[in-house]
Each structure stands twice: as structure tokens, then as C-alpha cells.
T-cell receptor
Framework: DTAVSQTPKYLVTQMGNDKSIKCEQN?????MYWYKQDSKKFLKIMFS???????INETVPNRFSPKSPDKAHLNLHINSLELGDSAVYFC?????????????FGSGTRLTVV | AQTVTQSQPEMSVQEAETVTLSCTYD???????LFWYKQPPSRQMILVIR??????QNATENRFSVNFQKAAKSFSLKISDSQLGDAAMYFC??????????????FGTGTLLAVQP
């Protein structure tokens, strides 16, 4: 299936732990994103990579580190997890020059920090 | 910086009726794109409809249509013949046409639509 796939779908972990979320797209898109959806459902961009190059880095704590080994993969590593990191994290992809195309989103990873 | 405002946190519609969700945005750009996304309880983000700012004609996708008023910076979504499956959170979103570091979807706060049988 052509899609944006994220793993895991659910993640429950203790404060202070380090965790990673993986994302892969097989749509041939050249740009990938991480968005955070908070408890009030507000969606805000965190990072964007174009062909493995970081092009958007919003005001995000240094504990969050994205890595893009190739243009089809974008992972998110979070160090020293805090209660406030609990949210749904969405990966998305698009073609940079086709802004009208919108994004294709993954199904999200619900992170719960206890 | 661009902002997107959805002033209706919740809306309700009877099945088979029509409902309109409001969205306004603020930008100094003349070229951009607007989108409506649907997020059902499954949390999947689904693109419903999109509009290019330089096109005056309002976009239509089956039962979904928009009323795009560029001067007023308004982009409302009309759902006709509402169905139970339309119940979801609806997000209005803006994307600059400039690309690069502006290449991001900016979302409104969402409108939760309930469909009554």
C-alpha cells in the first residue's frame, strides 16, 4: 500500500526515558514533516526535511531530535521525556514544489508519559 | 506570520441537512493555498477539499464545497446532505505558495462536527 506509516501507534513510557518514533513514506515525496497535536487537538509543525536537509525547525526543545537517513524516512527521537510531551505526533509528507498537493499524513503516534 | 481562525469549536447538524463551518485567515501574501482536513475518531487526517488563492471559482468535491472570499480572507466549508460518517473534527489550513521554510501547513483550532440521526 502506498502510504505514510508510523511506528509505534501507541507509546506509554515513564518520565525521563528516551524514545523514538519512526516514519516511512513510499509515495516518492521529497519532503517530510513532524507535527504535534496537543490535548486540545491543536496541530503545530515541529520539523520539516527536504531530501534529508532540515528546512523547518520550529521552537522545539533540544530534547527532540529528528533524523532523516534518506528522503523516504524521518524519525523523531525524544530524550528525557516529560509529562508535557504527551500528545499525538503525526508524520506527513509532500512534494515541496507542489504546494497545492497538500500533505499525506500518517495515522499518528499517541505518546503518553507517566 | 500567518494565522488561521476557526471560531466555532463545535457544530451540530441533522442527518441529510446542510452545515457550514467557518474559517478566516490572516496573511500578507497574495499567493497561497487553503485546505480543509477531516479528523474522525480514528485520528487519521483526511484531505477533504483544497483551494488555490488565485482561482476565483470555489472548489467542490461531491457533497463538500467551499465559499472562498479572498478580500475578506474567509474560507468556509459547506457540507450538503450530511451523513453520519461526516462526524469528525474539521481543520482549516493555510499553506504559503513560496516554498522553502514557509512550506508548512498552518492549522486552525478545529471545529468538532456532530451529526444527529
Amino acid at each position: 500500500d502506498t502510504a505514510v506509516s508510523q511506528t509505534p501507534k501507541y507509546l506509554v513510557t515513564q518520565m525521563g526515558n528516551d524514545k523514538s518514533i519512526k516514519c516511512e513514506q513510499n509515495l516518492g515525496h521529497d519532503t517530510m514533516y513532524w507535527y504535534k497535536q496537543d490535548s486540545k487537538k491543536f496541530l503545530k509543525i515541529m520539523f520539516s526535511y527536504n531530501n534529508k536537509e532540515l528546512i523547518i525547525n520550529e521552537t522545539v526543545p533540544n530534547r527532540f531530535s529528528p533524523k532523516s537517513p534518506d528522503k523516504a524516512h524521518l524519525n523523531l527521537h525524544i530524550n528525557s521525556l516529560e509529562l508535557g510531551d504527551s500528545a499525538v505526533y503525526f508524520c506527513a509528507s509532500s512534494i515541496l514544489d507542489r504546494q497545492f498537493g497538500g500533505y499525506t499524513f500518517g495515522s499518528g503516534t499517541r505518546l503518553t508519559v507517566v | 506570520a500567518q494565522t488561521v481562525t476557526q471560531s466555532q469549536p463545535e457544530m451540530s447538524v441533522q442527518e441529510a441537512e446542510t452545515v457550514t463551518l467557518s474559517c478566516t485567515y490572516d496573511t500578507s501574501e497574495s499567493d497561497y493555498y487553503l485546505f480543509w482536513y477531516k479528523q474522525p475518531p480514528s485520528r487519521q487526517m483526511i484531505l477533504v477539499i483544497r483551494q488555490e488563492a488565485y482561482k476565483q471559482q470555489n472548489a467542490t468535491e461531491n457533497r463538500f464545497s467551499v465559499n472562498f472570499q479572498k478580500a475578506a480572507k474567509s474560507f468556509s466549508l459547506k457540507i450538503s446532505d450530511s451523513q453520519l460518517g461526516d462526524a469528525a473534527m474539521y481543520f482549516c489550513a493555510y499553506r504559503s505558495a513560496m516554498g522553502g521554510a514557509t512550506n508548512k501547513l498552518i492549522f486552525g483550532t478545529g471545529t468538532l462536527l456532530a451529526v444527529q440521526p
